[in-house]
């Protein structure tokens, strides 16, 4: 049964090539159909291999498809890995990516290029899924690689529009920032450690002097940052909200953005070695939740508020695992993706209703209109926010308990980016729900509920964000904490909190309370006063403006990097490839050409010429062979 | 050897079928004999029992078993590219006789075990095809192909007869094993005309693969010769020749290697500079692709000067002679293709893209393979050949094999560029039937497939 898992990223790959090679001559149905049951395919295998791996004595199986590479001392067999982390994320992406499939089949509809849409997001899962499975780090960075090209193309998707373009490419560029970061840790750890395969690393990593180990951490994390979107490679996730809704849900919120999440708690043992590495860490992760959160506070697109929002949550898990809690971000991965992948199809149920508007400031009083979104959009809300007994309450508390215990300091700032988050997202809420409608009389003729194809997505969805909690119940409940006993056998330094319940209570207390007054706080600015934020820039407060222009973190990366680069190049161009390498190349080439011309002279066609040639020749072999 | 025995049978079926009047069913048969062979071979593979025939004069062994297969594969893919060249003229069943003929001398060569059968194959290989190579009647250019290839192959044929009789001088015999214990034996003490021999029987193979300085009737054969025949000259005729070369060198000679490794050395330099340097400056695809095939061949020479009497030397001349047959042959069924109504010229090529998708695909991948480019089967057949070559003595050898194939990759992208991006003379598009569809897309599955997984040739168990 565990081989068939191989069979998991086939399909969405079968799905791929049908979608690609004869989707132009498909209909619609069709290409949606095959694409959609590929998914389901996969998560049927998934789920099947998930329960058969909670009773299997043997919590690791990998599987051997072939040898990748052999040469050498690289070996590089093609091997999958299933075990308890593999399995969770195999569940959560075939899973959520059919949800996200059948939502597609709704929301693409009117969409021309239907069949290649399909085709890209087959091909996204099949990367996805090798990224998880693979045994070693160069099949993990095969499926990296190939989720940044899929997210490049269902960025650019709409490829007419050129601001989606140039948000493509700048996901794509500032990807292969990170990338390169993570390509030089895997150099450093086969060159310490003469393999790639997990399994042949982890028990020996402390073979390493500790340098090496910090910095084998460090360059994979950096690896993360560009794919997690932290601190200083953030900026391209909230322009890759270009892309339609879907793809920001799967891609951009569930799935792929989580990748660093999981490179990292794979390698854990690194960081557990090292205490500067998971510093480090800690430190990025609040400092990007906190800066996200509060440019979230100020963004008025329904999409760009829920892309901050990632990020920012994106960051608490990066917090969660510089203090070692692992297995807790793992599960804040788990119900992120339920309740994340539910905002953004709910935003996007919305968008179609409001017929493609974003901006939250001209909508309003969507509540009774479009009941089914609103009511699971809600959820999500209250889910993100942390109020018991959603499953974002159960997720977040855990990390918090365990980053009070790493450092105090740095549970006080991560207090605020949760406050902040329930205030932004009960904002979202209010302006785009409550109140009077604020959109033209068109738009308000139009308004509609999405088909079913969308809504029943986001009823599933909802169910799992308010029951995904189960999957890890607190401990000092008296409760089994599933994810954490499950994925016992990953994690390969544990240390157990030692908060006594009381403490534990109180922070648990702490955290309910401040979010329902923030909550409180939003209701009475955005729904008593009514409250709808300002046109114009001048309107702003002075300490406003800096959140509201994002930090000027676009403008400082243009100013710091983008302008001496163009500089650079410029130059360079001018003096050393216009001055130097043309001459040097050409005339290489031309001296090539010269030399071949020459040569051609002797093959004039005459048989006697050849003739003579080859004994000339082989007199010369005989006496340098003899005389020499 | 059963893969021997049909061809042979169905040579002759072939030259009767005129007399007997079933020349309409002469394809499927041949379809099906080949067939029959490659399944017989793989028989042959899991259940060896008989390895040797005739006095230990040829013997089928597991890397003579995967040099046939390749050679019966590509000929396979071959006479399902053909079909239509065989409807059209006068003589087909005697294009089919001697084109099979030639088949069973290639597959007579991967078994060879003794001189009388080494020269036997090399015959019956090279006499069809000096006709086959002439087969145009009324093209001047193919009757000078074959001439040309008749005067300058029959001069190679003595220098081997001539060779043969020397080592036979010295040694007293014409078996491989029996040579080599005589020369382990009497190391030292053989007269100098054993050695004269040994390099005039090299002289002859490397005329044969046609390498640098006995290639100069490679392009004007390659050029002159209908495409067809040109395809089975660089994919059947060399992959054959390079197993009795392997066979010759590696088994029979391994002991007076420093008399060949260094003479190799400056062959395969001396083809490397030669081929890349002149295929720059060819107009006839055919031309350019003769040179191709003269760098190729020294590629491959490279892997028998480096054996270390390992497995893994045979299993990369295997990888290297099937990847690099399939590229050959799905650029020439391309040519075919196009050149069927226009020219043979490069610039025919011009915007292919605009006229079939398929051809530009096929010939894309096959090109990028032969320029060694990752993904296709290409690249790690040069891979494996400059990670063994030893680094310590020829390590120039290995950077002026680098630097080739940088010469190299110019002109096969070249024509990939101009495939796509160059404006052609007609936009006329080309139809392609199923059958020779199905070619194409085997050879660019196959090419992808192997350069994927490369451990599907590399990790053959061989003995």
Redesign the interface.
């Known amino acids: 049964m565990m081989k068939l898992a191989a069979l998991v990223p086939l399909f969405p790959l079968v799905g791929f090539i049908l979608n690609g090679l004869f989707g132009k001559k498909m209909s619609k149905g069709l290409s949606g159909t095959i694409a959609s049951v590929a998914m389901l395919l996969s998560f049927g295998i998934s789920l099947a291999v998930f329960l058969e791996l909670q009773t299997a004595e043997n919590k690791a199986t990998v599987i051997n498809l ?3 590479i ?3 001392t690289l070996q590089v067999p093609f091997e999958f890995l299933i075990d308890p982390l593999s399995s969770v994320f195999l569940l959560i992406i075939t899973g959520i990516g059919f949800l996200i499939h059948i939502y597609s089949l709704g929301y693409m509809k009117h969409d021309d290029a239907f069949a290649r849409f399909f085709a890209y997001l087959n091909l996204f899962v099949f990367f996805m899924l090798l990224l998880v499975m693979g045994n070693n780090y160069l099949i993990l960075f095969m499926g990296w690689e190939g989720v940044g090209l899929c997210s490049y193309l269902l960025i650019g998707f709409w490829f007419k529009n050129n601001a989606y373009n140039d948000a493509a490419k700048k996901a794509f560029i500032i990807n292969r920032i990170g990338d390169l970061g993570f390509l030089l840790g895997i150099f450093l750890i086969f060159t310490t450690y003469g393999s790639t395969t997990f399994g042949d690393i982890f028990p020996n990593a402390g073979m390493a002097s500790p340098a090496v180990v910090t910095t084998i951490a460090l360059l994979l994390f950096f690896g993360a940052t560009g794919k997690s979107a932290q601190i200083p490679l953030f900026t391209w996730l909230p322009d890759a909200m270009a892309g339609p809704t879907p793809v920001s849900a799967l891609i951009h919120a569930a799935t792929m953005v989580t990748a660093g999440v999981y490179m990292i708690v794979r390698s854990n043992i690194f960081y557990s070695m090292s205490e500067t590495a998971s510093a480090v860490v800690a430190i990025v992760g609040l400092a990007t939740a906190l800066i996200a959160a509060l440019i979230g506070l100020f963004q008025n697109d329904i999409k760009k508020i829920l892309a901050y929002s990632t990020v920012s949550q994106l960051g608490l898990m990066f917090l969660g695992l510089g203090a070692g809690a692992f297995s807790s971000s793992v599960f804040h991965v788990t119900t992120h993706a339920f309740f994340k992948a539910l905002l953004f199809l709910a935003a996007g149920s919305v968008i179609h209703a409001m017929g493609g508007e974003q901006d939250i400031r001209k909508m309003g009083g969507l509540k009774g209109k479009i009941k089914i979104t609103f009511i699971t959009m809600l959820i999500g809300t209250i889910a993100i926010s942390g109020i018991p007994p959603l499953s974002g309450f159960f997720s977040k508390d855990e990390i918090m308990a365990h980053v009070f215990e790493y450092n105090g300091l740095l549970w006080f700032f991560a207090m605020i980016v949760s406050a902040l988050t329930a205030f932004y997202m009960f904002r979202l809420i209010f302006l785009t729900f409550y109140g009077k409608f604020r959109g033209t009389s068109e738009q308000e003729h139009h308004l509609h509920e999405s088909p079913p194809t969308m809504t029943i997505p986001l009823v599933v969805l909802a169910a799992l964000a308010i029951f995904g909690g189960l999957l890890g119940l607190p401990e000092f409940w008296g409760m089994s904490n599933w994810m954490a006993e499950n994925l016992d056998t990953i994690i390969m330094h544990h240390h157990e909190t030692r908060l006594s319940h009381q403490t534990e209570w109180i922070l648990m207390g702490l955290a309910v309370v401040s979010a329902l007054i923030i909550i409180l706080i939003a209701y009475n600015v955005y729904r008593k006063k009514g409250l709808v934020p300002v046109e114009k820039e001048q309107q702003l407060k002075d300490w406003q403006r800096p959140i509201f222009h994002k930090f000027y973190v676009d403008e400082i990366y243009d100013f710091l990097v983008r302008r001496p680069v163009d500089f650079l190049s410029e130059s360079f161009y001018k003096v050393l490839d216009l001055q130097v390498v043309s001459l040097l190349v050409d005339g290489i ?1 031309n001296s ?2 010269t ?3 020459y ?2 002279l ?2 004039n ?1 005459n ?1 006697s ?3 003579v ?2 004994v000339m ?2 007199i010369c ?2 006496l ?3 005389l020499i | 050897m059963n893969g021997l025995i049909i061809i042979c049978g169905l040579g002759l079926l072939a030259m009767i079928s005129e007399i007997f009047k079933f020349r309409s069913v002469l394809f499927p048969l041949v379809l099906t004999g080949l067939l029959a062979a490659l399944a017989l071979n793989v028989w042959e593979w899991n259940n060896p029992m008989h390895i040797s025939y005739f006095e230990n004069m040829i013997g089928f062994d597991r890397s003579a078993l995967a040099f046939s297969t390749v050679i019966l594969a590509i000929a396979l893919l071959w006479f399902v590219l053909a079909q239509d060249y065989f409807k059209s003229g006068q003589h087909l069943v005697d294009h089919y006789a001697l084109v099979l003929f030639a088949l069973a001398g290639a597959l007579m060569l991967t078994g060879c075990k003794n001189m009388t059968t080494l020269f036997l194959g090399i015959e019956t290989l090279s006499i069809p095809m000096y006709v086959l190579a002439a087969s145009k009647k009324n093209d001047l250019k193919s009757n000078e192909a074959g ?2 290839y008749l ?2 192959g029959s ?1 190679a044929s003595g ?1 081997l007869l001539f060779g043969i009789a020397l080592v036979y001088g010295a040694t007293a015999s014409f078996d491989f094993e029996e040579i080599k214990a005589y020369i382990a034996v009497f190391q030292g003490e053989l007269p ?1 005309f054993f ?2 021999g040994v ?1 005039f029987i090299l ?1 002859a193979m490397a ?1 044969k693969i046609a390498v640098a ?2 290639h ?2 490679a ?2 054969v390659y050029e002159g010769s209908p495409v067809l025949i040109t395809g089975l000259m660089s994919t059947v005729v060399k992959t054959a020749a390079f197993a009795a070369f392997m066979r010759l060198f590696m088994m029979c000679f391994s002991n007076v290697s420093e ?1 060949w490794v260094t ?1 190799l050395a400056v062959i395969v330099a001396l083809s490397l500079a ?1 081929s890349n ?5 060819q107009t006839n695809t055919k031309r350019m692709l003769a040179y191709s095939s003269i760098s190729h061949a020294a590629f491959m020479l490279m892997i028998i000067m480096s054996d270390k009497g390992e497995t893994a030397s045979v299993n990369s001349l295997i990888y290297y002679s099937l990847a690099y047959s399939l590229a050959s042959l799905s650029a020439f069924a391309v040519i075919y293709l196009v050149s069927k109504n226009g020219s043979e010229d490069i610039t025919e090529l011009n915007g292919l893209h605009k006229r079939n998708r398929l051809l530009t695909i096929t010939l894309t991948i096959a090109l990028l393979s032969l320029a060694g480019i990752p993904v296709t089967a290409g690249f790690f057949a040069k ?1 494996f050949v400059l ?1 063994q070559i030893p680094s310590d003595t020829l390590l120039w050898l290995t950077i002026l094999a680098i630097i080739s194939s940088t ?1 190299a990759a ?1 002109y096969y992208l070249k024509i990939v560029g101009s495939m796509f991006f160059a404006d052609s003379y007609t936009k006329e598009p080309i139809v392609v039937q199923k059958s020779h569809a199905f070619v194409l897309i085997v050879c660019v599955v196959l090419l992808l497939l192997f350069g ?5 040739i ?2 053959l168990a061989l003995y």
């Open positions: 072939f040898s990748w052999s040469s050498d080439g090539v050409k030399f071949g011309s040569i051609r002797i093959q066609g048989v010429t050849y003739i040639g080859m020749s082989i072999i005989l340098f062979i003899f | 001439f040309k005067i300058m001069f220098f100098g050695y004269v390099i002289i005329f300085p006995f100069f009737w392009p004007d008399l003479l030669v340097f002149t295929a720059v400056m891979y990670s010469i110019f994927m997984v490369p451990g599907l590399t990790e």
